[in-house]
Protein backbone atom coordinates (compact mmCIF):
# COMPACT_ATOMS: atom_id res chain seq x y z
CA UNK A 1 0.00 0.00 0.00
CA UNK A 2 2.95 2.44 0.67
CA UNK A 3 4.17 1.96 -2.59
CA UNK A 4 1.03 2.92 -4.48
CA UNK A 5 0.93 5.83 -2.02
CA UNK A 6 4.72 6.53 -2.69
CA UNK A 7 3.84 5.96 -7.10
CA UNK A 8 0.85 8.21 -7.49
CA UNK A 9 2.62 11.68 -5.04
CA UNK A 10 5.44 10.78 -7.84
CA UNK A 11 2.83 10.96 -10.87
CA UNK A 12 1.64 14.32 -8.96
CA UNK A 13 5.07 16.01 -8.72
CA UNK A 14 6.07 14.80 -12.08
CA UNK A 15 3.08 15.62 -13.67
CA UNK A 16 2.63 19.61 -12.83
CA UNK A 17 -0.34 20.13 -15.36
CA UNK A 18 -2.11 17.16 -13.45
CA UNK A 19 -1.39 18.58 -10.17
CA UNK A 20 -2.87 22.19 -11.48
CA UNK A 21 -5.66 21.60 -11.98
CA UNK A 22 -7.58 23.07 -9.38
CA UNK A 23 -7.08 26.62 -10.04
CA UNK A 24 -8.99 29.78 -9.00
CA UNK A 25 -11.83 31.11 -11.05
CA UNK A 26 -11.53 34.71 -9.95
CA UNK A 27 -7.71 35.27 -10.32
CA UNK A 28 -8.54 33.24 -14.11
CA UNK A 29 -11.02 35.93 -15.13
CA UNK A 30 -8.47 38.72 -13.57
CA UNK A 31 -5.44 37.15 -15.96
CA UNK A 32 -8.09 36.48 -19.15
CA UNK A 33 -8.50 40.27 -19.30
CA UNK A 34 -5.23 41.61 -18.37
CA UNK A 35 -3.30 38.84 -20.40
CA UNK A 36 -5.22 39.82 -23.36
CA UNK A 37 -7.10 36.17 -24.28
CA UNK A 38 -10.24 38.27 -24.45
CA UNK A 39 -8.74 39.98 -27.61
CA UNK A 40 -9.04 37.23 -29.55
CA UNK A 41 -11.88 34.82 -27.48
CA UNK A 42 -13.91 37.15 -26.39
CA UNK A 43 -14.70 38.63 -23.47
CA UNK A 44 -17.46 35.68 -22.69
CA UNK A 45 -14.95 32.99 -24.25
CA UNK A 46 -17.19 32.97 -27.24
CA UNK A 47 -14.94 33.47 -29.75
CA UNK A 48 -15.51 34.74 -33.56
CA UNK A 49 -14.68 32.98 -36.83
CA UNK A 50 -12.22 35.40 -37.59
CA UNK A 51 -9.87 35.91 -34.49
CA UNK A 52 -10.34 32.64 -32.00
CA UNK A 53 -12.12 29.82 -31.07
CA UNK A 54 -15.20 29.44 -28.36
CA UNK A 55 -13.03 28.60 -25.49
CA UNK A 56 -15.76 28.87 -22.66
CA UNK A 57 -16.85 26.41 -20.48
CA UNK A 58 -14.40 24.02 -22.78
CA UNK A 59 -14.25 20.13 -23.13
CA UNK A 60 -10.91 19.70 -23.09
CA UNK A 61 -9.52 18.45 -20.13
CA UNK A 62 -6.79 20.57 -18.30
CA UNK A 63 -3.75 18.92 -20.13
CA UNK A 64 -5.38 19.39 -23.39
CA UNK A 65 -5.95 22.65 -22.76
CA UNK A 66 -2.64 23.35 -21.69
CA UNK A 67 -1.25 21.75 -24.63
CA UNK A 68 -3.26 23.49 -26.73
CA UNK A 69 -1.64 26.95 -25.23
CA UNK A 70 1.80 25.96 -25.44
CA UNK A 71 2.03 24.04 -28.77
CA UNK A 72 -1.02 25.56 -30.42
CA UNK A 73 -2.68 23.89 -33.62
CA UNK A 74 -3.63 27.39 -35.22
CA UNK A 75 -2.11 31.07 -35.69
CA UNK A 76 -2.47 31.89 -31.75
CA UNK A 77 0.90 32.36 -30.46
CA UNK A 78 2.85 29.88 -28.07
CA UNK A 79 2.62 30.73 -24.52
CA UNK A 80 5.68 28.72 -22.82
CA UNK A 81 6.01 28.36 -19.27
CA UNK A 82 8.10 31.66 -18.79
CA UNK A 83 5.42 33.68 -20.46
CA UNK A 84 2.22 31.88 -18.94
CA UNK A 85 2.62 29.80 -16.05
CA UNK A 86 1.29 26.48 -15.49
CA UNK A 87 -0.97 27.74 -12.45
CA UNK A 88 -2.26 30.86 -14.06
CA UNK A 89 -3.35 28.18 -17.50
CA UNK A 90 -4.71 26.67 -14.08
CA UNK A 91 -6.58 29.77 -13.45
CA UNK A 92 -7.85 30.73 -16.95
CA UNK A 93 -9.00 27.11 -17.48
CA UNK A 94 -10.86 27.27 -14.08
CA UNK A 95 -12.47 30.47 -14.86
CA UNK A 96 -13.49 28.87 -18.73
CA UNK A 97 -14.87 26.17 -17.33
CA UNK A 98 -16.93 27.86 -14.27
CA UNK A 99 -18.71 30.35 -17.25
CA UNK A 100 -22.28 30.13 -16.68
CA UNK A 101 -24.86 28.28 -19.33
CA UNK A 102 -26.12 30.76 -22.14
CA UNK A 103 -29.96 31.22 -21.26
CA UNK A 104 -32.35 29.19 -23.48
CA UNK A 105 -33.06 31.90 -26.48
CA UNK A 106 -36.86 30.73 -25.91
CA UNK A 107 -36.94 32.49 -22.80
CA UNK A 108 -35.47 36.21 -23.91
CA UNK A 109 -38.57 37.99 -24.58
CA UNK A 110 -37.12 40.89 -26.65
CA UNK A 111 -36.74 38.14 -29.23
CA UNK A 112 -39.76 37.68 -30.22
CA UNK A 113 -41.61 40.46 -31.70
CA UNK A 114 -45.91 39.88 -30.78
CA UNK A 115 -48.26 41.98 -32.59
CA UNK A 116 -50.39 44.44 -30.78
CA UNK A 117 -54.02 44.76 -31.37
Not at 13 to 30: R, Y
Not at 32 to 53: E, L, N, V
Request: aromatic letters at 8%.
Amino acid sequence: MRHLIFAASIALIASPALAQQGGDAKNGEKHFKSDGCYQCHGYAGQGATQTGPRISRTALTFDQFLNQLRHPASAMAPYEEPIMPTATAADIYAYLKAMPEPPDPKSLQLLFVTKSK
